[in-house]
């Protein structure tokens, strides 16, 4: 497992996610909402209010994941079930997406409350990833949560590009093998383009919540329900 077991961590963030510098994030992000709408680019404004305000880079990144469009938001919400809608369903589960949010939070790292209501992470993955003390607690959680949605089976996707999904795969079904609900782990190529137009769809990845048909916020409920003292910045409408 990873030395370090504090997944997302930087010094950094209790000084730029709070108070004054709080504030002017959530102003340079209701700028980027109106730019949006009026049909710029993300990278285009996001460019242009960061420089605008002196945005970190972390900042700035935590601002484009907290924003869509209000036109893109109302098609994303419209999507969105609740959890008793999935009662007696399948679920597919973004895993890498989901578990490293919970990681994150376990951790006690910066999280973002978004404009769409998803907690997210700014751990960023970049084709890497290994297993942290928090990992095993993480999935335990998804497994507990799942078992209380009261879903049939749950088939949780992995990037098999990324490393150690090999490894992330056996721990999941080590665990899983624990629980009364029937868990598949499959290893895809693009989990994304999987998952695409499909229903019941846990993830927060915005690509997703975009392309799917239907999908559970379940990440902010396994943190507000049981991650304890998250360290979370609202950057939600």
């Known amino acids: 497992m990873e030395s370090n077991p504090k997944r997302g961590f930087d010094r950094a963030d209790r000084d730029d996610f709070t108070g004054s510098a709080l504030l002017r994030l959530k102003a340079a992000r209701e700028e980027l909402i109106w730019l949006l709408d009026r049909g710029y680019s993300m990278d285009t404004a996001s460019t242009f209010v960061g420089n605008h305000h002196s945005l970190t880079a972390r900042q700035r990144n935590a601002m484009k994941r907290s924003v869509s469009s209000r036109s893109d938001l109302k098609l994303r919400l419209g999507k969105l079930l609740t959890p008793p809608e999935v009662k007696g369903k399948e679920v597919l589960i973004d895993g890498f997406n989901i578990i490293i949010t919970l990681e994150t939070a376990l951790s006690g790292s910066l999280l973002i409350l978004c404009g769409d209501g998803v907690i997210r992470d700014l751990a960023g993955l970049r084709g890497t990833y290994h297993l942290i003390p ?20 749950a088939k949780i996707y ?11 795969k056996k721990r999941i079904l080590e665990i899983s093998s624990t629980f009364q609900l029937p868990v598949e782990v499959s290893l895809e190529d693009d989990s994304d383009k999987v998952m695409s137009g499909k229903e019941s769809i846990i993830t927060g990845d915005s690509i997703i919540l975009d392309s799917c048909i239907s999908w559970v916020n379940l990440t902010r409920d396994i943190i507000l329900n049981n991650a304890p003292d ?3 910045a609202d950057l939600s409408e």
């Open 230 to 232: 998250p360290f979370i």
């Open 134 to 153: 928090q990992t095993d607690a993480a999935i335990r959680l998804l497994l507990e949560s799942l078992e209380v949605l009261g879903v049939t089976s």
């Open 158 to 168: 992995l990037d098999s590009p990324v490393s150690n999904s090999g490894r992330l």
